[in-house]
């Protein structure tokens, strides 16, 4: 018998299941080709016996559960990632992960999945994340409506924090990164017929790549202890499109107990601020 959509769509409390996961050497091929990160930090061991892969792979980990997501996926967009990492993940190693939906909520006229993840070794927990997903359920067809960034609120009183910068990342993301990045496969991250079907005017550059590049910054600054013992928790404020030019940008606000805590944010050339969050490290 076939699922009901309650039944197959997501709702407060229901269990995704578990599911094995495997990163494998394309996953981190594509990673690095996609983010134009040099991907020999990836192919000799760096902190342990063996070569890990990128802290930010761990992007791959919240996908594949049935019943994560709305059938009307028209105008969906990623809405905030949190992630707590405790070990690193090496490729070609088996892990199992499981999931559940934590909360369905309305937040300025959209829908919110809120998902949690957790990836083990055994019943070792390698990373736990919570992710948003919000979808404008009462509209299948026509366009997604966007507010003009450089009206929105937020954006206007955002100001940097006082602290230590640090090195900053930043890239031109073009729509064959965008391919590479999400392995070839037709979306709304990679092709504009696919974007316009689900009401934007121009492919969407994926959350996913635009959040790797504020866990790049990270992982370069504080290395093992980012991976192991670190966090992260964005909230997306902005689409960025094909083209744009976006830096990833941190200050350390905060030194305690070895730990470094870190406010995070990332802006296309014109100020337009399209990620704001937290971190910290093991420093």
Known sequence: MSDTPSEHEPYAGKDLGEIPFICTPTMVEHYCEGLAVDQARYLSPMFWERPAAPAMIVGEVDGGFDGARFDNAFGNLWMRQEWAFHAPIFPNREYRRTSSVADVYEWRGRSVVKQEVNLYEGEALVVRGIHHQS???????????????????????????????????????????????????????????????????????GGKMTMSLIGEMLEQRFGRGFYEGGTLDVKFTNIVWPDDRVTAKGVITCQQDGQAFISVWMEKDDGTVVIVGSASAAS
Do not use: W
């Open 135 to 205: 979808y404008l359920l009462g509209q299948s067809s026509g366009k997604v409506a966007l507010r003009d960034p450089k009206k929105k609120e937020g954006v206007r009183k955002f100001e940097v924090p006082d602290g230590e910068a640090i090195a900053s990342v930043a890239r031109n993301i073009d729509l064959e990164m965008c391919g590479v990045f999400f392995h070839g496969n037709r979306s709304y991250h990679t092709d504009k017929a696919a974007s316009e079907e689900l009401g934007f005017e121009e492919v969407v550059v």
